[in-house]
């Protein structure tokens, strides 16, 4: 699972590392004024083509057309869907949840997962 977590965070930093320092204040404009609720609307309505971006190559993600409009809110979007997994990936890691054991006991360790702070 470790190298998931790894690979989860190369992605973020490739997605990060693909917009350029005026990329990053134009996206910083455009957002200026949005509420934390506005973003997470956008990225619900958008959480399929959010996932497509994120398993895209680099060149694919620069050859298609309809990601162009929205491509640094999908850097954005991207890179916190692959922040997220890697949390997610790293708790399942750390409390052991995998497959094979009682389910009791799956749902339990679950419920601790994701009530610690």
């Not at 809110?73 to 922040?83: I, R, S, T």
Request: glycine share 6%.
């Amino acid at each position: 699972m470790h190298a998931y977590v790894e690979r989860c965070t190369e992605l973020a930093r490739e997605l990060v590392e693909s917009l350029t320092e005026q990329e990053v204040e134009t996206l910083r404009s455009r957002l200026e004024g949005a509420t934390k609720g506005d973003w997470t609307a956008w990225r619900k309505r958008h959480a399929e083509t959010i996932a497509q971006f994120v398993e895209a190559s680099p060149s694919q993600r620069n050859k298609r057309k309809a990601w162009k409009d929205a491509r640094l809110f999908l850097c954005l979007a991207g890179f916190q869907h692959c922040v997220e997994a890697g949390i997610v990936l790293e708790e399942i890691d750390l409390h052991f949840l995998s497959p094979g054991g009682p389910y009791r006991k799956m749902a339990a360790k679950c419920c601790e997962t994701v009530s610690e702070p």
